[in-house]
């Protein structure tokens, strides 16, 4: 909604309008200047915006219509290891599909987070558990030299290089025929008279502009664009950590057996390289720990738990990214002072905060910890999760993506219909992997059939999730 005006025009028209002045300063711009910046042909842009205006002390957005940036079959919402498996996966049905990533780069937490660790893979046994679209990302960083290390070594799970996973995903998007808007943030969503799902809104460089969509999927990991549409969710607060990956290190920090990678832990231990690997995270907040190692030769990954903090609140969010970084500074100051480690420096701390959970979905179904514990089967199971913490491996349930009452929407990633407790092991990545890829084949097959979310063939998304290599339990 610009106007493109001369700069002659621009001239005449501010003039007019009762002054004209140097962009950036309130000093007057001489008739004489206006007029020989007027000759040299350039266009002027002026942007009719409808600010927001300013009415006593109330601040209101007035009506305006947005230009339509797209129309597509699939809208996939954030570009984390959910949306990136929905949107591909949706794509390889044949449909259209849209991926909207508010940061530069995709992968979310598992690239920006800097989360490398591929945690429950695997059931009681040590066996693994969840293929399809994550066997699928490990056999493409497998190929990449310092991609991934770990693999097959069960009970220790496989960690990757977070610029490995973010070139795989940059060459996935370019090849697969996705439509991609990155440095894009999804702030709103559109819903017809019916109150079902038509689109989302978005904010970018490019102003205020929405995308129309047949079938919406929220992977935003915060339910940002079911909550604006208006479906139930439970918003939850957990640790919020800040993970970062530090250099010249030869320590690692030995966590074994199975935990949770988000709770201090009481058993851990420091050893050195080559005598074993942590089969988890090992939690560190600013006590000099050396995190663990990652397939970068000298370079370490330390999470960290952080505390309990509101992930849907910018003042939180301010002070922990502000907080956080001091603390990683320090934690590593103290790691330098141990004999050995005087070399050791902070490579980088993740661009992004370390938000666990925000906002669960009030689904169709909410898987609990009771029925997890228990082994519960369920007849539409679309996903599997290997064992984690205290708790068994388990299926998960296609009415987790399902909101109970909004329309052509589905959820996928940590953001899915569970009580908090599962919720804690369905927000890891290979989980999320595998809900996004169920999430975005349920997605096409919408289209296809001509069917709601709700109503889509709980057999035909089975059967193309083990066409795909999903294993369901
Ligand atoms: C500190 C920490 C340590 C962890 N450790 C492990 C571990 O060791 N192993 C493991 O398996 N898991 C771990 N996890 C969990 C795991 O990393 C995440 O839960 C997982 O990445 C979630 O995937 P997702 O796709 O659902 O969400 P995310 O990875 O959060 O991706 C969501 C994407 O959506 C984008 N987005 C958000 N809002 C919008 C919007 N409004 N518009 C557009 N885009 C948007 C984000 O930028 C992001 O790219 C850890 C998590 C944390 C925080």
Same mark, same amino acid.
């Given at each position: 909604m610009a106007k493109k005006l001369t700069r002659r025009e621009l001239m005449q028209h501010s003039v007019a309008a009762g002054g004209l002045f140097a962009a950036g300063s309130l000093m007057p711009?001489?008739?004489?200047? =206006?007029?020989?910046?007027?000759?040299?042909? *350039? !266009?002027?842009?002026?942007?009719?915006?409808?600010?927001?205006?300013?009415?006593h002390d109330k601040v209101v957005q007035p009506r305006r219509e947005l230009p339509v940036l797209k129309k597509t079959g699939v809208l996939v919402v954030g570009g984390g290891p959910a949306g990136t498996a929905a949107a591909f996966s949706a794509k390889r049905m044949g449909v259209d599909v849209t991926l909207v990533e508010r940061y530069g780069y995709l992968g979310g937490l598992a690239t920006g987070g800097l989360v490398l660790g591929i945690f429950p893979l695997y059931d009681r046994n040590n066996k693994q558990v969840i293929f399809g679209f994550t066997e699928e990302m490990m056999k493409k960083l497998d190929?990449?030299?310092?991609?991934?290390?770990?693999?097959?070594? =069960?009970?220790?799970?496989?960690?990757?290089? *977070? !610029?490995?996973?973010?070139?795989?995903?940059a060459d996935m998007t370019l090849s697969s025929g996705i439509t991609a808007f990155l440095d894009c943030w999804g702030v709103?969503?559109?819903?017809?008279g019916r109150g079902a799902v038509r689109g989302a809104v978005f904010e970018s460089k490019s102003g205020r502009q929405a995308i129309l969509a047949d079938i919406v999927i929220d992977c935003s990991g915060d339910g940002d664009i079911y909550a604006a549409a208006g479906a139930a969710f439970e918003k939850v607060k957990h640790n919020i950590g800040l993970i970062s990956r530090i250099g010249n290190i030869e320590e690692v920090d030995m966590a074994p057996g199975r935990g949770s990678e988000g709770l201090p832990r009481e058993h851990t231990f420091v050893g050195k390289i080559g005598t074993g690997r942590p089969s988890m995270g090992r939690v560190s907040d600013f006590n000099g720990h050396a995190g663990n190692s990652t397939p970068a030769p000298h370079v370490n990954w330390l999470n960290m738990a952080g505390p309990v903090g509101d992930a849907l609140d910018v003042e939180n969010l301010t002070e922990l990214e502000l907080r956080h970084r001091l603390g990683t500074?320090?934690?590593?100051?103290?790691?330098?002072?141990?004999?050995?480690?005087?070399?050791v420096y902070l490579t980088e701390t993740a661009p992004q905060l370390g938000v666990r959970l925000s906002r669960l979905l009030d689904g169709a179904k909410k898987?609990?910890?009771?029925?997890?514990?228990?082994g519960a089967k369920f007849k539409d199971v679309i996903g599997y999760s290997g064992a984690y913490a205290l708790a068994p491996e388990f299926q998960i349930p296609y009415g987790c993506l399902v909101p109970s009452k909004l329309e052509n929407l589905l959820a996928a990633g940590r953001c899915i219909s569970a009580e908090f407790k599962v919720a804690?092991?369905?927000r890891l990545i290979p989980v999320c992997w595998a809900t996004g890829q169920a999430a975005g084949l349920a997605a096409a097959l919408c289209i296809q059939d001509n069917v709601k979310p709700r109503n889509v063939s709980v057999a035909k998304l089975q059967k193309l999730l083990h066409e795909q290599g999903a294993y369901l339990g």
């Open positions: 711009v001489s008739p004489a200047l =206006a007029n020989q910046a007027s000759q040299d042909g *350039a !266009e002027i842009t002026q942007t009719d915006r409808s600010p927001a205006v300013l009415d190929v990449m030299k310092y991609g991934i290390i770990d693999r097959h070594k =069960a009970p220790v799970y496989p960690t990757f290089d *977070a !610029e490995a996973m973010k070139y795989i995903l709103d969503a559109i819903v017809d500074w320090n934690n590593v100051e103290k790691l330098q002072k141990k004999p050995g480690n005087e070399k898987l609990t910890y009771a029925e997890i514990q228990s804690d092991i369905t």
